[in-house]
């Protein structure tokens, strides 16, 4: 329920572009669908943005690269996530 800022490892990422809203997951530090992981979502009105800075896509972007992401928050089924809507608030840790 605060904004935070979030760092490690992308260790699994999707487009469920078959579920509603499309959204992009990546998921840090553990793979879906463990129970630890910490998932940053980028719904499909926000994926042209994501898709312009980072080509091809989010999901390959950051896949296996250390991110730093900044937002609110939230929690889904019981998992804490960030959803990003600007480019500008995640990047990759070197």
Do not use: C, M
């Amino acid at each position: 329920g605060e904004t935070k800022v979030v760092e490690g490892p992308v260790v699994s990422a999707n487009w469920a572009s078959g579920s509603r809203g499309k959204p992009t997951f990546l998921n840090i530090g553990k793979p879906y669908p463990d129970p630890d992981r910490f998932t940053v979502v980028i719904w499909i009105d926000n994926r042209d943005k994501f898709i312009r800075e980072f080509p091809p896509n989010p999901e390959t972007y950051f896949l296996h690269k250390t991110v730093r992401v900044k937002g609110f928050i939230d929690t889904y089924k019981g998992n804490p996530q960030i959803v990003l809507s600007e480019p500008s608030k995640i990047w990759i840790v070197e």
